[in-house]
């Protein structure tokens, strides 16, 4: 099947520092990626949807100037967790919509999710 | 908001049956039902997913009822590694920005050996 890959697995880093996570459809295209988070023992509350070669469209609630999101390719979006603090601490989960290639049309394909850690 | 209802829980035995039931009352006419299912620390992973007519796969069943009110997940034989959160959830399938899964609490399925 259509496989999502997102990097890093797991990152740690230090109050008020920056923070990139990529997500890749490996065998397929996707002109529509979507980031989720998901804290412990919840559910995975959508913050953004990412579309190739425009701005990010994001769910009320969530700053854009915060979780900066680029769709630069139709392979790659990456999200950036900047100025990150201890709160932001969840796991980050994106999603790929198959346009093309290997991947049904339409269907979502998740990663496997970045564990993000701030001191 | 999500538009389904699970229970939050249930349990299964080893080797038996599990059915996982969803309400989708305001479901609209042009929206698939979606199971997705989550095992701890993992991203989802897609089960099944019908329109009106009841369907199987090699991981499970889904039977829809005729007025598409509510669904049944259906694992057949359950086994220790099924045990995870199952989210049902409506979705109109085609691609686009409007293509968004919006989880929500979902069940957590236990299986006991």
């Known amino acids: 099947g259509a496989v999502v890959s997102q990097h890093p697995s797991r990152v740690i880093c230090k109050s008020g520092t920056s923070v990139k996570i990529e997500c890749r459809s490996l065998d397929f295209q996707a002109t529509t990626m979507f980031w989720y988070r998901q804290f412990p023992k919840q559910s995975l509350m959508l913050m953004a949807t990412?579309?190739?070669?425009?701005?990010?469209?994001?769910e009320q609630g969530v700053e854009k100037d915060k979780f900066l999101i680029n769709h630069a390719s139709l392979t790659l979006s990456t999200l950036t967790v900047t100025s990150a603090h201890p709160e932001d601490s969840s796991f980050y989960i994106c999603?790929?919509?198959?346009?093309?290639?290997?991947?049904?049309?339409?269907?979502?394909?998740f990663g496997e999710g970045s564990r993000l850690t701030v001191l | 908001d999500a538009k389904t209802t699970q229970p939050p829980s249930m349990d299964c035995a080893e080797g038996r049956a599990a059915n996982l039931p969803c309400n989708h009352s305001t479901i609209s006419g042009n929206e698939y039902v979606y199971w997705y299912r989550q095992i701890h620390s993992q991203g989802p992973q897609y089960i099944i997913h019908?329109?009106?007519n009841n369907e199987t796969n090699e991981m499970a069943s889904l039977i829809i009822t005729e007025d598409r009110k509510s669904s049944t997940l259906i694992l057949p034989h359950a086994t220790l590694r099924d045990t995870a959160v199952y989210y049902c959830?409506?979705?109109?399938?085609?691609?686009?920005?409007?293509?968004?899964?919006?989880f929500g609490t979902g069940t957590l399925l236990a299986v006991q050996p």
């Open positions: 990412s579309n190739e070669g425009s701005k990010a469209t994001y």
């Open positions: 959830i409506v979705r109109v399938s085609y691609g686009g920005a409007t293509n968004k899964l919006i």
């Open positions: 999603s790929a919509a198959g346009t093309s290639g290997g991947a049904p049309l339409g269907e979502l394909f």
């Open positions: 019908g329109l009106k």
